[in-house]
């Protein structure tokens, strides 16, 4: 069964841009999760979506944003870009049960450096 | 905030079994303990997880205490491959959401 997958996996902009990573669960799976990881907060939650509603959501300013298709498939939108935004951005998916050994399954990562 | 409590780094020799400590003496009855270990810059990849017996599994072995309030990430067999960050998590309202919160891991250097 192929994993989870995330495209790009490198990114570069600039400040003001924005920009929209793309995230693939493994087949089976309807929830995805992103998370942003960056040397000082380290891993962070930003939300989840299941069946194409967002169903929990960190905290993190209005300027991210995400969505989910009728496939699972999940993107995530960052507008107005700020330097502190370069990070690597990890999406993860599981079956979306809310049970408590609902396994999360993690993809490589998009890394975005902001210029 | 993470309701776990890991050492920030462990060395083990090569070969050897590493044994990677976690506290979670808040962690509640519903509550399991899970471990992903990230290899640098990858995503973090699945390990085991278990809420109160002893699990194995071909990656690992997870020992939890009796009381629950910690538990122990066994490596039998240690190789250069098994450095990585470990994370010990406690899955955060397991019946509502699909949120993990990450601590700052363990950082464990296999030697040659």
């Known amino acids: 069964k192929a994993g989870v997958t995330q495209t790009p996996r490198y990114l570069i902009k600039t400040r003001g841009q924005q920009v929209t990573l793309s995230c693939s669960p493994i087949?089976?799976?309807?929830?995805v999760s992103w998370y942003q990881q960056t040397p000082g907060q380290g891993l962070q939650f930003l939300f989840e979506y299941f069946s194409e509603t967002q169903r929990n959501k960190g905290n993190f300013p209005g300027r991210f944003s995400g969505r989910q298709f009728s496939n699972s498939r999940s993107e995530m939108n960052v507008s107005t870009l700020e330097l502190g935004d370069s990070a690597l951005y990890l999406c993860?998916?599981?079956?979306?049960?809310?049970?408590?050994?609902?396994?999360?399954?993690f993809g490589p990562g998009t890394r975005l450096t902001v210029l | 905030d993470a309701k776990t409590t890991q050492p920030p780094s462990m060395d083990c020799a090569e070969g050897r079994a590493a044994n990677l400590p976690c506290n979670h003496s808040?962690?509640?009855?519903?509550?399991?303990v899970y471990w992903y270990r990230q290899i640098h810059s990858q995503g973090p990849q699945y390990i085991i997880h278990?809420?109160?017996n002893n699990e194995t599994n071909e990656m690992a072995s997870l020992i939890i205490t009796e009381d629950r309030k910690s538990s122990t990430l066994i490596l039998p067999h240690a190789t250069l491959r098994d450095t990585a960050v470990y994370y010990c998590?406690?899955?955060?309202?397991?019946?509502?959401?699909?949120?993990?919160?990450f601590g700052t891991g363990t950082l464990l250097a296999v030697q040659p």
């Open positions: 998590i406690v899955r955060v309202d397991g019946g509502a959401t699909n949120k993990l919160i």
């Open positions: 087949s089976g799976h309807r929830s």
């Open positions: 278990g809420l109160k």
């Open positions: 993860a998916s599981s079956w979306g049960g809310l049970a408590d050994t609902d396994t999360q399954y």
């Open positions: 808040t962690i509640s009855g519903n509550e399991y």
